[in-house]
């Protein structure tokens, strides 16, 4: 079959909510990426690669608001 990329944000999402979602809709899921978690975003990192967090980074993490304070 054709293989096809679909772009998908979720603010809040539940254990298989996009692949529920997506089946919904007809379309079958082999694979999902998360390239995002609120402002926190893999960029340029590879497959194994890693960097360091900053302060305000893990700070947003931890009660959900930008890395910049929003």
Known sequence: GQQRWIEV???EGRNRHIRRLLAGLGVAVER???????ELALGELG????????????????????????
Do not use: C, M, Y
């Open 32 to 38: 999902l990426i998360r390239v995002a978690i609120g």
């Open 47 to 70: 497959k194994g690669q890693w960097r360091r967090l900053s302060a305000p980074e893990v700070a947003a993490l931890r009660t959900g608001q930008q890395a910049d304070g929003r």
């Open 9 to 11: 944000v979720l603010n």
